[in-house]
Nanobody, 124 residues
Framework: QVRLVESGGGLVQAGGSLRLSCAAS??????????MGWFRQAPGKERELVAA????????LYADSVKGRFTVSRDNTKITVYLQMNSLQPADTAVYYC???????????????WGQGTQVTVSS
């Protein structure tokens, strides 16, 4: 069993920045053994992958819409994955979720483990 708790969302003006955090825990869960992903879901839209990072943090994967603006990172000692979001735009408004999954060959496969999400709202 894995528990994921996102935080750091909020209301920000266009051009601003936010840093999301996702803390993972679980009795038999070893964070450093798993790849992680960040997803978002805007009202009326399907959930989409924003970024993914391997268990050792190499070669992150980004959606085209956030490349150059968002940075995913992880601290295995703190059992936390981060999403630094810069130059935010109203189109980035969504609920952001983290996920435990599998990242290989440039593709991320999500699992059924999700956090409760954190709301990001970008005003114009």
């Amino acid at each position: 069993q894995v528990r994921l708790v996102e935080s750091g969302g909020g209301l920000v003006q266009a051009g601003g920045s936010l840093r999301l955090s996702c803390a993972a825990s679980g009795r038999t869960f070893t964070f450093s053994n798993y790849d992680m992903g960040w997803f978002r879901q805007a009202p009326g839209k399907e959930r989409e992958l924003v970024a993914a990072i391997s268990r050792i943090g190499f070669t992150p994967l980004y959606a085209d819409s956030v490349k150059g603006r968002f940075t995913v990172s992880r601290d295995n000692t703190k059992i936390t994955v981060y999403l630094q979001m810069n130059s935010l735009q109203p189109a980035d408004t969504a609920v952001y979720y983290c996920n435990v999954g599998t990242y290989s060959s440039g593709r991320y496969r999500e699992s059924d483990y999700w956090g409760q999400g954190t709301q990001v709202t970008v005003s114009s």
